[in-house]
């Protein structure tokens, strides 16, 4: 399993933006699939973002198309989640997954059971 380490959260106005960063470490492969999860108080955990393997397809959940982007720099071994127009309803602990692959390319789901390593977590709140 992987070691990530995730910064970036805090309290933000309705409308404005965040930048989520996730440290990762511990790869025995060079391969990997990684996403953003996010958990409401009194919700289950949920999809936010994921890419594939390889820098392959992303996936975003339909509540945060358009306004949410995930992104990885390979160099750094970090990924990120930049989040622009939040809304009080994006309130949440959110999370970085990874899962490593054999395979050159892994299409990412935005399934919390289909990734092994987790970071801690950091709260995202949105609030005038």
């Known amino acids: 399993q992987l070691q990530l380490v995730e910064s970036g959260g805090g309290l933000v106005q309705p409308g404005g933006s965040l930048r989520l960063s996730c440290a990762a470490s511990?790869?025995?492969?060079?391969?990997?699939?990684i996403g953003w999860f996010r958990q409401a108080a009194g919700k289950e955990r949920e999809g936010v973002a994921c890419?594939?393997?390889?820098?392959?397809?992303?996936i975003y959940a339909g509540s945060v198309k358009g306004r949410f982007t995930i992104s990885r720099d390979n160099t750094k071994n970090t990924m990120y989640l930049q989040m622009n127009s939040l809304k009080p309803e994006d309130t949440a602990v959110y999370y970085c997954?990874?899962?490593?692959?054999?395979?050159?390319?892994?299409?990412?789901?935005?399934?919390?059971?289909?990734?092994?390593?987790w970071g801690q977590g950091t709260q995202v709140t949105v609030s005038s």
């Open positions: 511990g790869f025995t492969s060079d391969y990997y699939v």
């Open positions: 890419i594939s393997s390889s820098d392959g397809p992303t």
């Open positions: 997954a990874a899962v490593e692959s054999s395979l050159l390319l892994r299409l990412c789901v935005l399934a919390p059971r289909e990734y092994d390593s």
